[in-house]
């Protein structure tokens, strides 16, 4: 069996360790080959992110555009993604995305030579305001797949509703490097407490790990949490991690409005997260829209309880509410105020419910969806 993927930017980490585990796994199997094509280097936004860390690619790979995404025009795009369809002659292609026209001609062309498409799909209905017009043109595409990967129940479920199969859906979940994120935060967690009276961080923290922009809904959760301060006598602060064009705008929000405890810390690469991480006791995602979230795996794997916004993509599959955190939605400041209440009273058990997100994020490991998505490769293609 031949494996082939298409994927967008060769910057993104975290699919690049998936990559690594279905090559070992291609690998072990006799006269089976995989390859993924990455159209670009990186997409403008993730430009000052920080270099490509290439030794995290230990897959056969092959690189369209050596820049940004944004600099690769459809005619290049289509002609190098034909190029590596043809010369590979795989079995299988697995498609990232349903909105680019040079997928569509892959799709063409795969279907007149009876090869069998899957499509990763990331979205949910509810990440983005839908076009009637444009949700058709999408339902019209995606019927045309043997299969789907998605991102948890929400993508599977969209899907669904544009008229995918039910019975087409092959995963379902997305995952982290569970075991290293966990490794570096126990080697950080003997540290934790010198490295908060370094930074002056109060002895218990919530913590927010993103970009910091509107859509991350950091304004409503400082809100959220400037009122739990003034009900209730607690130490407890934020720990913001993260870089964006909103910073001003919340720094000005927290001085205007007094709000004490609230530390700002510059974006760090995948690695370093877990050392901020065991600096908190509760992750934050107060998210408008999040695809998503793999921040909340990232918190799990490291026994951290969670509080998801219900618009957030993970939500659904990871928060079990009330047992390992809470789910809330974006737009009401008094449920979150009440949950950050819960936690700064001392009225849930944190290691309990910790306890229970190492539980839950064990089944969304890199081995078992790998190990997923290649049975799918060979189900789809009757290899199997």
Request: hydrophobic share 40%.
């Amino acid at each position: 069996m031949k494996v082939l993927i298409v994927h967008n930017i060769l910057w993104t980490h975290y699919k690049a360790l998936i990559f690594n585990q279905l090559q070992l796994i291609a690998n072990t199997q006799k006269d089976d080959s995989l390859l993924v094509v990455q159209i670009a280097s990186v997409e403008r936004s993730r430009k000052s992110l920080g270099k490509i860390d290439l030794s995290q690619h230990q897959y056969n790979y092959t690189l369209l555009h050596d820049g940004l995404i944004e600099d690769i025009g459809f005619v290049s795009r289509a002609k190098g993604l034909l190029r590596e369809v043809i010369k590979f002659k795989p079995n299988v292609v697995n498609l990232t995305g349903y909105y680019d026209p040079a997928t569509w001609l892959v799709l063409i062309y795969c279907k007149i030579k009876g090869i069998k498409t899957i499509l990763s799909n990331e979205s949910t209905s509810g990440d983005h305001k839908r076009n009637k017009i444009l949700e058709s043109i999408k339902s019209f595409i995606i019927t045309k797949y043997d299969g789907y990967f998605n991102f948890g129940t929400r993508s599977k479920n969209y899907l669904i509703g544009l008229g995918g199969d039910p019975k087409k859906m092959l995963v379902n979940r997305n995952c982290v490097d569970n075991f290293n994120i966990n490794r570096i935060y126990e080697l950080t967690i003997p540290l934790k407490h010198s490295i908060k009276k370094s930074l002056k961080l109060p002895e218990k923290n919530f913590i927010f790990v993103g970009r910091l922009i509107d859509d991350k809904n950091l304004l409503r959760m400082l809100e959220a949490f400037m009122i739990a301060q003034r009900k209730i006598n607690s130490d407890w602060g934020i720990i913001i991690l993260g870089d964006g064009e909103q910073k001003e705008e919340l720094t000005d929000y927290i001085s205007n409005h007094k709000i004490s405890n609230i530390s700002f810390h510059e974006g760090v690469a995948w690695d370093k997260v877990p050392y901020y991480l065991a600096l908190g006791e509760v992750l934050v995602l107060p998210s408008y829209s999040e695809t998503w979230g793999l921040v909340v795996n990232e918190a799990m794997a490291c026994g951290l309880p969670v509080m998801v916004s219900e618009n957030c993509g993970c939500a659904e599959d990871l928060v079990q509410d009330g047992k390992n955190g809470f789910t809330f939605s974006p737009y009401d400041v008094e449920k979150m105020t009440e949950i950050f209440l819960k936690f700064m009273s001392n009225e849930v058990d944190l290691a309990k419910m910790g306890g229970i997100s190492k539980e839950i994020i064990k089944n969304y490991s890199l081995e078992n969806v790998a190990e997923e998505m290649y049975d799918s490769f060979l189900k789809i293609t009757n290899c199997k």
